[in-house]
């Protein structure tokens, strides 16, 4: 149990998990493309012992694996995991009020604790400018804070237990920020400290922000967890760190004792200015847009202190890992949320939000003449209608019926959805809906459109297990390549307006129709580069699902509508890059080219195994 960010370092680093890197690293670009060189080959974590331009050490890919997050939770990870299945489940506790004895003690020892007196944390004030201002790709509009706790309470209910401590990115430096007097906090209105920032805006009273940076590991964790209702991030916090959350009030803020960092300030009501460009989770870039700017109090350090920092890109980076302790600690929490809902899989290589695949429950089946979705439609909307599960723009769902699925076996399961799918009856539009703000494939910020693959019965078709000589010969359209069974990509010239690419992709159906029917192959993709996109099932998951907005994106062979439901003998899905689409993160060859010098012989890094 660690009491700050300086134990676990020193654990880890005794048990062979960290590596001390002690020449100078430059903050722009060079340390975000070390680390993730390192965590690419699953390396250990990173202490930077010399920041250029800054006196402070920084610390990344701590959670890199799930072996060493859970090595470093590993004294309280079995008293978190069963508090969480009480709340999730807490019929199991009045079953069994004996047995849940200890986990409801060990929540109660989690509360948030007050304390007076000197704080480590407090020991120092400094600036923003002093912080280690670390860039991860050439186009981010600064340095930014990725491993931020930013902690806001209710306006209304004030007080720790009315909190909300969420991990929203912060922008240093850059755009029309004054430098040490203001800094750029990015979070969508739904979110915990939008709903505050919409209290305090009626009360006509600035929002209060404490930005805390560092302390225990599992602070960190808490701020990304999805909890169940009633149980805080600070008692989370508490529970996961085996110690109680340790805080005090300067000037009116919320300070946490344990962290390194502590950066306070004030929201006011309607101010904003540009924030980004930012290279992040779908592996292109977020462009500059107007969001909250925070006025800087002031800045705290404790003494030697750590920023801990993480990179974010194009899937799998450390947030994977991140995702993986979510799931196993949560457990049973979307089936307690969702009934009928066995397993949600927001897929990581599609970017997390764009895709979904779900296995839920048909139980109306055995009163139906034909085997068809019915309780799967109902699931899914509640689904779409579930938190983050909202953000998704693909689901595909469907029902164990003879065989056991898992939908973490990507191919498996979506060879079971193909062959069953039928394409007259199983796809289901929203339009005119809301995306991830991160998503540019929408029609505009927050705006796209939603399709449910609702597939379940009887086997219809024999995928194909080669590419249909129908699919070789379609000028303009070339280099037909097999993805998977049921799944060709076809290469086609770049998009340049959505008339366009109506004319090429009726030309291509009918093309396909007229070659007779192709049963086969349900799924087509039309690419810009299919070679790339059919040599992994990574590639073409995340070029297929992040460069698609169902609504304008989906075509079909043979397509109709009947009873204003769309139908077709055969789905092709427009997976080019269009004109509004953000730009993908390409890392600087130059700054990969001088970060070698970390990884020769007697260096560093010499002992790691990189590509």
């Known amino acids: 149990m660690y009491r700050n960010l300086e134990d676990c370092i020193i654990d880890l680093e005794k048990n062979g998990h960290l590596v001390r890197i002690r020449e100078e690293v430059d903050p722009y670009l060079e340390m975000a493309a070390i680390h993730m060189k390192v965590y690419e080959a699953g390396g250990p974590a990173l202490l ?11 610390v990344s890919n701590l959670f890199g ?3 060493r997050s859970k090595f470093i939770f590993r004294h309280t990870w079995k008293a978190v995991q069963d508090v969480m299945t009480v709340r999730n489940d807490p019929i199991k506790a009045l079953k069994n009020p004996l047995k849940n004895i200890k986990t409801g003690l060990a929540a109660a020892k989690a509360l948030p604790v007050k304390k007076s007196g000197s704080l480590p944390v407090t020991a120092q004030e400094i ?5 280690p201002f670390i860039q991860h790709w050439p186009m981010d509009g600064g340095a930014f804070i990725t491993l931020p706790q930013v902690y806001t309470e209710d306006p209304e209910k004030p007080g720790i237990m009315n909190s909300n401590l969420g991990m929203y990115r912060i922008q240093l430096s850059g755009n029309e920020y004054e430098l040490d007097k203001e800094i750029g906090l990015h979070y969508q209105i739904h979110r915990g400290i939008g709903i505050h920032q919409n209290k305090a805006d009626k009360q006509g009273a600035p929002l209060k922000v404490s930005i805390f940076v560092g302390g225990p590991p599992a602070h960190t964790l808490s701020a990304v967890m999805p909890l169940p209702e009633g149980l805080s991030e600070m008692t989370f916090a508490g529970l996961l760190a085996g110690r109680r959350f340790h805080y005090s009030y300067i000037d009116g803020f919320c300070i946490s004792n344990d962290a390194d960092f502590v950066i306070t300030g004030e929201i006011h ?3 904003t200015k540009p924030e ?12 500059t847009h107007p969001f909250p700017v925070m006025k800087v109090h002031k800045v705290y350090a404790k003494p030697n202190a750590i920023w801990p920092f993480t990179v974010v890109g194009r899937p799998p980076q450390e947030d994977t890992a991140f995702g993986d302790l979510i799931h196993e600690l949560t457990g049973d929490a979307i089936r307690q949320e969702i009934p009928g809902v066995k397993e949600v899989h927001a897929v990581d290589a599609a970017g997390v939000h764009p895709l979904l695949f779900a296995i839920g429950s048909e139980r109306y089946t055995p009163y139906q003449q034909v085997k068809q979705p019915t309780e799967l439609l109902t699931i899914a909307n509640r689904i779409l209608g579930t938190g983050q599960l909202s953000l998704a723009k693909f689901l595909f769902i469907t029902a164990e019926e003879n065989l056991p699925l898992d939908t973490h076996h990507e191919v498996e399961f979506l ?3 193909l062959e069953r799918l039928d394409l007259h009856r199983d796809i289901h539009f929203y339009t005119n809906t809301t995306i991830d703000t991160l998503d540019y494939s929408g029609t505009g910020l927050n705006s796209g459109s939603k399709v449910v693959f609702a597939a379940y019965g009887d086997k219809k078709r024999e995928l194909c297990k080669e590419v249909p000589d129908v699919l070789k010969e379609l000028h303009p359209f070339e280099n037909a390549r097999l993805v998977m069974p049921g799944i060709v990509v076809i290469q086609g010239p770049a998009f340049t307006s959505y008339a366009k690419a109506q004319q090429e992709l009726q030309g291509l159906c009918d093309a396909i129709q007229a070659k007779g029917p192709l049963p086969s192959c349900p799924m087509i993709i039309l690419c810009d580069d299919s070679t790339f996109t059919s040599a992994t099932l990574n590639n073409f998951l995340w070029a297929t699902f992040t460069r698609s907005n169902p609504s304008h994106d989906m075509y079909g062979v043979n397509s109709y509508y009947e009873n204003k439901h769309w139908a077709c003998d055969n789905l092709i899905i427009d997976a ?5 689409h953000a730009p993908p993160l390409v890392p ?3 700054v990969e080219k001088n970060i070698e010098r970390f990884f020769v012989k007697g260096a560093s890094l010499g002992g790691v195994k990189v590509r």
């Open 48 to 58: 930077f012992e010399n920041v250029k331009g800054s006196k402070f050490r920084a």
């Open 65 to 67: 694996t799930v072996e």
């Open 127 to 131: 600036k923003v400018s002093d912080l």
């Open 269 to 271: 009501s309607g101010e």
């Open 276 to 287: 980004g460009p930012f290279g992040d989770h779908l592996g292109y870039y977020s462009l």
């Open 415 to 417: 060879t079971y959805i």
């Open 576 to 580: 080019r890059i269009k004109p509004h």
């Open 588 to 590: 600087d060859p130059t």
